[in-house]
Every structure is written in structure tokens, then in C-alpha cells.
Nanobody
Framework: VQLQASGGGLVQPGRSLRLSCTAS????????IGWFRQAPGKEREAFSC???????WYEEYVKGRFTISRDNAKKTVFLQMNNLKPEDNGVYYC????????????????WGQGTLVTVSS
């Protein structure tokens, strides 16, 4: 059972990245998937989530810029990040929740290893 986050990198402000969260060894169908990020020197925090039925949630600071989606056939959840800002810097994690979206990371079960996003000119 493994969850892998990928797609991070170095981009200039205003550009885009698409992150992927892919499961292996199990199906994502019945899980909510949350995205978290940990900025340098700060605690990890949830900022987006998609339920098993496709309902989405975003923190205010990413609304209108980030879009979460899922493709259960590919066992993958995507995070399209547009108009990236330096304050979006950090390590991005995805995780599974057995019930529904939640902002509390201790409720999530399986975690990806994290992918680094650096927004800099």
C-alpha cells in the first residue's frame, strides 16, 4: 500500500504546476483525498480536499487558483495550481481519509512522501 505525490518543482511566480497523488496497492474510490502543505518553518496544514463523491473544499488562500480533481480509474488525484505565488512554497503532501474531507491531519490514514514546490523568480 503506497501513496505517491509527484509533480513538484521550481517555477516562476504566476506560472502553473500540476501535482499528482497516485495510489498503488489499493483503490482510492472510497477515500477522500486531502492535500496539505508545509511551508518552511511552519506546521503542515490542509488546504484542499476531494471527497469520494467528488465534492471539493479549498482554503481561501488557494480558491480560484487551485483545482482538485480525481480519476479513480487511474487511482490518481490531481491538483492543478495556477498563478503560483512565493507564499505557495513548501512540501506538498496528499493523504487518504476513510470518511470525508477534514482539516485535521491526524484523521488521515495513508500519506504520500511529499513533493517540493518552489516558487521563485
Amino acid at each position: 500500500v503506497q501513496l505517491q505525490a509527484s509533480g513538484g518543482g521550481l517555477v516562476q511566480p504566476g506560472r502553473s504546476l500540476r501535482l499528482s497523488c497516485t495510489a498503488s496497492g489499493f483503490s482510492l474510490d472510497y477515500y477522500a483525498i486531502g492535500w496539505f502543505r508545509q511551508a518552511p518553518g511552519k506546521e503542515r496544514e490542509a488546504f484542499s480536499c476531494i471527497s469520494s463523491r467528488g465534492s471539493t473544499w479549498y482554503e481561501e488562500y488557494v480558491k480560484g487558483r487551485f483545482t482538485i480533481s480525481r480519476d479513480n480509474a487511474k487511482k490518481t488525484v490531481f491538483l492543478q495550481m495556477n498563478n503560483l505565488k512565493p507564499e505557495d512554497n513548501g512540501v506538498y503532501y496528499c493523504a487518504t481519509h476513510p470518511l470525508t474531507c477534514s482539516e485535521y491531519d491526524n484523521e488521515y490514514e495513508f500519506w504520500g512522501q511529499g513533493t517540493l514546490v518552489t516558487v521563485s523568480s
